[in-house]
């Protein structure tokens, strides 16, 4: 009898997929830790990026652009991880 508590999709999958769809949400998990470790970056950098955008002259505001960079990091390895992610984890 198929476990019900996996999603019908997953029921009667062969090793192998079993395989591909661990590497998968391994790959989700990976891709969300990345998005964590990004926000901690982007944390900091919003301690500067008021100051920034101000006291630098003309169009030069790195810490802004950097800011900016993370924030689009975040939203992409996390966006991304989250669909990778999806699914009931194997439990070990």
């Given at each position: 009898?198929?476990?019900?508590?996996?999603?019908?999709?997953?029921?009667?999958?062969?090793?192998?997929?079993?395989?591909?769809?661990?590497?998968?949400?391994?790959?989700?998990?990976?891709?969300?830790?990345?998005?964590?470790?990004?926000?901690?970056?982007?944390?900091?950098?919003?301690?500067?990026?008021?100051?920034?955008?101000?006291?630098?002259?003309?169009?030069?505001?790195?810490?802004?652009?950097?800011?900016?960079?993370?924030?689009?990091l975040i939203a992409f390895f996390g966006i991304t991880g989250f669909f990778l992610r999806k699914g009931t984890?194997?439990?070990?």
């Open positions: 009898m198929a476990n019900q508590l996996l999603p019908v999709a997953e029921r009667n999958l062969t090793p192998d997929q079993v395989e591909a769809l661990d590497k998968r949400r391994e790959l989700g998990h990976t891709f969300l830790v990345i998005a964590g470790q990004f926000t901690v970056i982007a944390t900091i950098l919003l301690l500067w990026v008021g100051q920034d955008i101000i006291y630098s002259p003309g169009w030069l505001h790195p810490i802004f652009y950097y800011f900016s960079l993370a924030l689009a984890p194997r439990i070990d």
